[in-house]
């Protein structure tokens, strides 16, 4: 489904005109993603309750505005934040996974981890794709980066930049969608990703497991992961495969079979990173509800929930870091150790770090700092990369009135961002503080 138009063919007068109109304004003014959502996900949507499905009309359409994942597949205007639809700070590439591409699509922001972009689509485009600048197709308010090397000669130059770099040990197989990759030419890259001596994990990364689970049941990928699990194991390599589960609804038992299938063929491991999202899975009932059907039903190991990026017109999604703390906190000691997940920021500038990890938090005016203790190709010649706090950024809207009213009147944001990155530790709040 890839439009309004097919919207409606599909959903009809289940849905009153308001939301196609509503759906259609957000295309045009805000969308960072054009639509495009799979059979499995649109099924999922509005699940029946004790077996009654709500009636058409106003009461479906509700329901469907209320669904956790209508919510982030099917983003609709009136769902953004119209105070603060995009955070100042908010950009494209919120990670700056570009600026550290060490050849084009192959990002080595971890000393030894590196993410492999294989290509820009996905099956299933998500509203709240961190990837946003580069994935899928442009829409009304964003043109698309594009990949200019041909696919051959980008996969080459990944591969002899891993020969040469024998520091490197883990690689994240991505894009996009490893789902949307001929599976031979998948299958292709990582037979030679498997003879650089110093690989030692591989994880490839498919939303499309929860997605578009008919895609790993295929007979030809099923026995394609055989073949390369089989080598893997060979090389002593681990394989495992990374999904994007956030509504515990979305976890069928078509996904259970497709995740079975490739635990059968050899991967070691299904593990789940999903997103939190306002609205979606932010109370400790959702998110252990999600938990525990990727365990139970789906053998899906829960492992990351991350904070949602600073991208453009996120705010209505993203929660404050306290709020994170706080849903860490609530999970604990329900599930097992290996089965809890970590909740994550992936700081700008720094990387994934447990919520918990901030050294300071400026609660007030929603400041966190952190710190990082290895150097990205973007900070070789920085003496103190090691040294400096790198901020991060709470929703405004989630702000006490005091810090709300000092965002508004703060016209200069240059002159907050840098006072944000000077000094370290205490001086940050007085840097800041000379600011109201």
């Known amino acids: 489904m890839k439009n309004v138009a097919q919207l409606r063919a599909l959903m009809g007068d289940l849905l009153q005109d308001r939301f196609y109109a509503d759906l259609e304004r957000d295309q045009a003014e805000r969308a960072t993603m054009s639509m495009l959502v799979p059979p499995q996900m649109m099924n999922t949507m509005v699940p029946s309750t004790d077996g009654v499905m709500p009636t058409a009309g106003a009461a479906f359409t509700e329901a469907f505005y209320a669904d956790p994942v209508r919510s982030y597949m099917l983003p609709v205007f009136s769902d953004r934040r119209t105070d603060w639809p995009s955070h100042p700070f908010a950009t494209r590439d919120s990670l700056h996974e570009h ?38 197709n442009s829409t009304p308010q964003f043109t698309k980066l594009k990949l200019a090397g041909k696919p051959v000669d980008r996969y ?59 895609h790993w049941l295929q007979d030809d990928v099923v026995e394609g992961v055989a073949r390369v699990c089989a080598k893997a194991r060979s090389r002593g390599v ?8 956030n ?12 995740t079975r299938a490739m635990l059968d063929a050899g991967v070691r491991d299904v593990r789940n990173q999903g997103v939190l999202m306002r609205g979606v899975n932010n109370s400790p009932k959702a998110l252990l509800d999600l938990c525990f059907a990727l365990q139970d039903e789906a053998s899906i190991t829960p492992y990351y929930f991350y904070m949602c990026d600073m991208i453009p017109f996120a705010e209505h999604w993203r929660l404050s870091l306290k709020e ?15 089965a809890t997940p970590r909740i994550v920021c992936d700081v700008p500038f720094v990387g994934k770090r447990w919520v918990h990890q901030a050294e300071t938090y400026e609660t007030e005016r929603g400041m966190s700092f952190w710190r ?65």
């Open 99 to 136: 600026d550290m591409w060490a050849v084009e699509g192959l990002t080595h922001r971890y000393p030894t981890k590196v993410l492999a972009e294989m290509l820009p689509t996905c099956p299933q485009y998500c509203g709240h794709c961190t990837r946003m600048d580069l994935v899928g």
């Open 156 to 214: 080459a130059a990944m591969l002899d930049y891993l020969h040469r770099s024998p520091e490197v040990r883990d690689v994240v197989v991505s894009g996009g969608d490893v789902a949307n990759m001929p599976w031979k030419n998948l299958e292709g890259f990582l037979d030679k990703l498997l003879e650089v001596d110093n690989i030692r994990d591989i994880r490839l990364a498919t939303k499309a497991l929860m997605g578009l689970p008919q």
């Open 238 to 245: 681990s394989l495992a495969i990374h999904t994007h589960v």
């Open 247 to 258: 509504s515990a609804q979305s976890v069928t038992p078509l996904v259970a079979q497709a």
């Open 324 to 338: 994170a703390q706080d849903l860490q906190q609530a999970i604990m000691g329900y599930l097992p150790g290996f």
């Open 372 to 436: 990082k203790h290895y150097r990205t190709s973007l900070e070789a010649g920085d003496d103190q990369a090691l040294s400096r706090e790198y901020v991060y950024y709470d929703p405004i809207y989630t702000l006490p009135e005091a810090g709300q009213r000092w965002w508004r009147e703060s016209h200069d944001m240059d002159a907050v961002h840098e006072a944000a990155l000077v000094g370290a530790g205490a001086s940050h709040a007085a840097s800041v503080a000379d600011l109201a």
